[in-house]
């Protein structure tokens, strides 16, 4: 049964950091790329970053790009997002997901994801 516990949200101000972890279980999680997405109340679910299998390649939304950072570390089984440069509008519950198979390039849409986290809030003031 794969399990997927994201940590580390809370309450930030506008400019400050947060590192959130995503701690992987029942999954061969050295095999697996791993992606970040986050929604928003009334909006859709939006992809935020994804990290390949080993960690060689990294991806972003334009809109988070240069103040995220994904990596991962094989050896704990867990995936980190650090954000910084934190504004309002990166409010939101954020996810971390694997998908079943093996990708060489991680997807960017939530479909192409198949285990999910139950989430973890962030909420950044002004």
């Known amino acids: 049964q794969v399990q997927l516990v994201e940590s580390g949200g809370g309450l930030v101000q506008a400019g400050g950091s947060l590192r959130l972890s995503c701690a992987a279980s029942?999954?061969?999680?050295?095999?697996?790329?791993m992606g970040w997405f986050r929604q928003a109340p009334g909006k859709t679910r939006e992809f935020v970053g994804a990290?390949?299998?080993?960690?060689?390649?990294?991806y972003y939304a334009d809109s988070v790009k240069g103040r995220f950072t994904i990596s991962r570390d094989n050896a704990k089984n867990t995936v980190y997002l650090r954000m910084n440069s934190l504004k309002p509008e990166d409010t939101a519950v954020y996810y971390c997901a694997a998908p079943l198979a093996r990708t060489v390039v991680p997807g960017r849409r939530p479909t192409e994801y198949d285990y999910w986290g139950q989430g973890t809030q962030v909420t950044v003031s002004s």
């Open positions: 990290i390949s299998w080993n960690g060689g390649n990294t």
């Open positions: 029942g999954l061969t999680f050295s095999n697996s790329a």
